[in-house]
């Protein structure tokens, strides 16, 4: 389920990705600007936010099986359409939202809800190793499309694209894509009392949608992975051609973004291993420092080939764990009673970030010539994105008794049906 989780989530990221690698050849042929075409990537990003909590809400009901293999069908034969768009940006929006809607039903959201519901000692770090699924479509996908685009041209790189994504996720979500609810119905099949036997207690537990919003830890977690989310978009878009810019050529522009993925996985995998052991916020502190930090040094020096090496290792810290993050502190902060529901509103919160700061950046070169003042506002939207999560107090405890719940805390505003209404605690919540 993991190594399926890796190469779905992935999906929905190599549009993306590799958008930045098209920037070039379309502006060139079409004459579009690079504001136009972060529009794509606004269109695919703000349809999948708005979309994930609907998405959540069908995975919680139907499973993630159902769901996965039509949306993984539907968003490749979308990218490989992209080959046909002509010298209007709008067929290019028109098909990148078909893309996105095709997206909806493969986002991170399916992938994630099945593995986080079948683990549960060490959920962090399977997240974590399922969410490289983002940094392996991200290295690949970029040299994929560059090598395509120079030795063929850019429309044979999208069916490129098309086709590494179906081949590489479609197989293994037929063979082993089940999350806890499809196993429970293969389960009923045989037997009721099987059924029972292997439904999870944590399924059953957690905060109702309407419970969560009533937390202001849910709008801390929301206002903090919108931002971040923003600048980790505009830094995947626009890192290639911010290099090119300064005078590096694509291929090598191309391989810093790839070691930037390839950096993002150790990242991941690290973070997801700490995650188990260390307090969430502080890892998320830790994360979204060291692109402040790659920001001030792109602002600052001339960029030569190793300056533009080591700014791909520093951003990809924070694309090795923003997913991580948000997934992990989904589960731990509000269980699993409405998980997909809670994830998928907190999932397009984050992609309405994607959707836009990165046209915002690319208007910002657009006025001023250069990324300099939209890397002041990619390094604010990091250094804001880590203080905020660091006000969201203690894991509260849904009966598993991994974490005492706070004596003061946000979930003590959740209505009273949570604690009973004689002030006692509720079967629901103690459950197990």
């Given at each position: 389920?993991?190594?399926?989780?890796?190469?779905?989530?992935?999906?929905?990221?190599?549009?993306?990705?590799?958008?930045g690698?098209?920037?070039?050849?379309?502006?060139?042929?079409?004459?579009?600007?690079?504001?136009?075409?972060?529009?794509?990537?606004t269109?695919?990003?703000?349809?999948m936010?708005l979309?994930?909590?609907?998405?959540?809400?069908i995975?919680?009901r139907?499973?993630?099986?159902?769901?996965?293999?039509?949306?993984t069908?539907?968003?490749?034969l979308?990218?490989a359409?992209?080959?046909?768009?002509d010298?209007?940006?709008?067929?290019?929006?028109?098909?990148y939202?078909?893309?996105?809607?095709g997206?909806?039903?493969?986002?991170?959201?399916v992938w994630?809800?099945?593995?986080?519901?079948?683990f549960?000692?060490?959920?962090?770090?399977?997240?974590?190793?399922?969410l490289?699924?983002?940094?392996?479509?991200?290295?690949?996908?970029?040299?994929?499309?560059?090598?395509?685009?120079?030795?063929?041209?850019?429309?044979?790189?999208?069916?490129?694209?098309?086709?590494?994504?179906?081949?590489s996720?479609?197989?293994?979500?037929?063979?082993?894509?089940?999350?806890?609810?499809?196993?429970?119905?293969?389960?009923?099949?045989?037997s009721?009392?099987a059924?029972?036997?292997?439904q999870?207690?944590?399924?059953?537990?957690?905060?109702?949608?309407?419970?969560?919003?009533?937390?202001?830890?849910?709008?801390?977690i929301?206002?903090?992975?919108?931002?971040?989310?923003?600048?980790?978009?505009?830094?995947?878009?626009?890192?290639?051609?911010?290099?090119?810019?300064?005078?590096?050529?694509?291929?090598?522009?191309?391989?810093?973004a790839?070691?930037?993925?390839?950096?993002?996985l150790?990242?991941?995998?690290?973070?997801?291993?700490?995650?188990?052991?260390?307090?969430?916020?502080r890892?998320?502190?830790?994360?979204f420092?060291?692109?402040?930090?790659?920001?001030i040094?792109?602002?600052?020096?001339?960029?030569?080939?190793?300056?533009?090496?080591?700014?791909?290792?520093?951003?990809?810290?924070a694309?090795g764990?923003?997913?991580?993050?948000?997934?992990?502190?989904?589960?731990?902060?509000f269980?699993?009673?409405?998980?997909?529901?809670?994830?998928?509103?907190?999932?397009?919160?984050?992609?309405?970030?994607?959707?836009i700061?990165?046209?915002?950046?690319?208007?910002?070169?657009?006025?001023?010539?250069?990324?300099?003042?939209?890397?002041?506002?990619?390094?604010?939207?990091?250094?804001?994105?880590?203080?905020?999560?660091?006000?969201?107090?203690?894991?509260?405890?849904?009966?598993?008794?991994?974490?005492?719940?706070?004596?003061?805390?946000?979930?003590s505003?959740?209505?009273?049906?949570?604690?009973?209404?004689?002030?006692?605690?509720?079967?629901?919540?103690?459950?197990?």
């Open positions: 389920m993991v190594v399926t989780g890796i190469m779905g989530v992935g999906l929905s990221a190599a549009p993306i990705y590799s958008l690698a098209f920037m070039v050849p379309l502006s060139t042929e079409f004459g579009w600007t690079r504001t136009q075409l972060s529009f794509g990537a269109a695919l990003s703000l349809t936010g979309g994930a909590p609907v998405i959540g809400r995975v919680d139907w499973g993630a099986r159902r769901v996965g293999l039509i949306g069908m539907l968003a490749c979308a990218v359409c992209l080959s046909l768009i010298r209007s940006i709008v067929s290019f929006w028109v098909l939202e078909l893309v996105a809607i997206g909806l039903a493969c986002s991170p959201v994630t809800i099945a593995v986080a519901t079948r549960e000692k060490s959920r962090g770090l399977a997240l974590s190793i399922a490289c699924g983002t940094n392996v479509a991200g290295a690949v996908s970029v040299l994929l499309v560059t090598t395509l685009i120079r030795q063929l041209d850019w429309r044979h790189a999208y069916i490129g694209l098309g086709l590494y994504m179906f081949l996720a479609f197989p293994l979500a037929l063979a082993f894509l089940y999350d806890a609810s499809d196993l429970d119905k293969r389960a009923a099949v045989k009721s009392t059924a029972r036997m292997t999870p207690a944590a399924a059953k537990q957690g905060l109702t949608f309407g419970e969560a919003l009533r937390t202001s830890i849910f709008w801390l929301a206002l903090s992975f919108l931002l971040a989310s923003g600048a980790i978009v505009s830094v995947i878009t626009h890192f290639v051609p911010l290099l090119t810019d300064r005078g590096l050529t694509p291929m090598i522009a191309a391989s810093a790839s070691t930037m993925f390839i950096a993002a150790v990242g991941r995998i690290g973070s997801g291993f700490l995650l188990d052991r260390v307090f969430a916020p890892i998320a502190a830790a994360t420092a060291p692109p402040v930090i790659a920001c040094g792109l602002l600052l020096f001339r960029t030569n080939e190793a300056g533009a090496f080591l700014a791909a290792l520093l951003f990809g810290c694309l764990a923003e997913f991580n993050l948000v997934s992990y502190l989904t589960a731990r902060y269980g699993f009673a409405s998980y997909g529901l809670i994830y998928g509103t907190l999932f397009g919160c984050f992609a309405a970030g994607a959707g700061l990165p046209p915002a950046v690319g208007a910002m070169y657009q006025a001023y010539g250069d990324y300099r003042v939209a890397l002041m506002v990619v390094a604010g939207s990091f250094f804001l994105s880590a203080a905020l999560v660091q006000f969201l107090g203690p894991y509260p405890d849904f009966g598993g008794g991994e974490q005492a719940k706070p004596s003061v805390s946000p979930l505003r959740a209505p009273k049906r949570i604690l009973g209404a004689n002030g006692a605690p509720a079967e629901r919540i103690t459950h197990g």
